[in-house]
C-alpha cells in the first residue's frame, strides 16, 4: 500500500496548499452573517464533507475580497483516520472549480500555518497597456500608462529591513504592532506586465496594496522617490496614494522552517504563467 493511501490516525495534524480566485469570494476568513460565501467556509465544508464531521483550519495568511491565492498554506486537526489521498482528492472532489488543494501532508503537532510561517511573499501584477484586458480583468490591475522601473525600485529599495509601516496600515487593522520586517522588494517587467514582488515576516493590512499603490504612484511620475521616503518616514496614512485594486494581488508563497519538510510547490502553470 503506499503511503499516500494509508488512513492516518484521528487527530492528525495535517497541513496543505491552497490556489485559489479570490474575485469571486468575500475573502478567506469565514463570516457566517455574510450572503457571499468565503474562501475558509468553502474549503471547510469540503474537508467536512470529507470527515464526515466538522472540520476547522488555520490559515497563513487572511486575504481579502479579491485577492488571489497561489500559496496559501492551512493546517488542521483530522476529527477521523482519513489517508491523504482521501483528503486531497475528497476535497477537490466537493470544491468548487475556484478552489483547489493541491497537496496535503501531515505534520507534527508543533506546526502551525501562521505562527510557524517565517515569511510570506506577495506578488502584485500590472498590466500596462492602452486598452483595458477583458481575459484578465479579474487577475491584474490595469494602467494605461508605461511606468518608470527604475524610480520605483529605487523607492521599493526604501522598505527593506525592519521598521514602522504605518503610512501603508489599513485604518481597520487590528495589528498589536505596525513593525514589520520586508526581506526583498522588486519591481521588474515581464512582458507588457509589471510585477511587484515583495517579501516580509509579515504583513499589515492592506499594507501590500497601499503600498503598491504608492510605487505605481512613483511609476507614473505623478510623485517623486523622496515624497516615498517622506511619507514613510511620516507613517501618516493620509497622504501616501490611494490603494491599489485588489485584482492584481496573489499570496504567491509561504516560507516555513525546513524541520517541517513539506512539500515544494511549483510556480506554475496558471493563466498568469511565469508571472507567479
Sequence with gaps: ???????????????????????????????????VATVQEEVELALS?????????????????????????????A????????????????????????WVTPVSTDFHARF????????????TASIRSALLVDFVCWHRQTL???SMNVAANMLLGEQDFSV???????????VREVFNCVVEKIGDFVVIDITANAFLHHMVRNIAG????????????????EILRGRDRTVAAETA???????????????????????????LSGLL
Design 148 to 150: 518608470d522601473l527604475d
Design 79 to 102: 476529527p477521523v483516520a482519513r489517508s491523504v489521498k482521501a483528503w486531497s482528492m475528497g476535497a477537490n472532489r466537493y470544491l468548487p472549480p475556484d478552489i483547489r488543494l493541491h
Design 168 to 178: 501603508f496600515r489599513a485604518a481597520g487593522c487590528q495589528a498589536k504592532t505596525p
Design 245 to 271: 485594486p485588489a485584482a492584481g494581488l496573489y499570496l504567491v508563497a509561504v516560507n516555513y522552517p525546513e524541520i517541517f519538510s513539506l512539500p515544494v510547490s511549483p510556480e506554475g502553470p496558471t493563466l
Design 49 to 77: 464533507k470529507v470527515a464526515g464531521e466538522a472540520v476547522r483550519t488555520i490559515c497563513a495568511g487572511r486575504t481579502d475580497t479579491g485577492v488571489h491565492g497561489f500559496g496559501q498554506i492551512i493546517h488542521f486537526d
Design 1 to 35: 500500500m503506499r503511503l499516500s493511501d494509508q488512513a492516518l490516525s484521528r487527530g492528525q495534524r495535517l497541513a496543505a496548499r491552497i490556489e485559489y480566485h479570490g474575485g469571486h469570494y468575500h475573502g478567506w476568513q469565514a463570516q457566517p452573517h455574510l450572503v
Design 116 to 127: 510557524s510561517a517565517l515569511s510570506r511573499r506577495y506578488r502584485y501584477v500590472v498590466l
Design 214 to 229: 504608492s510605487l505605481l504612484a512613483v511609476g507614473a511620475g505623478k510623485q517623486t522617490t523622496e515624497w516615498f521616503s
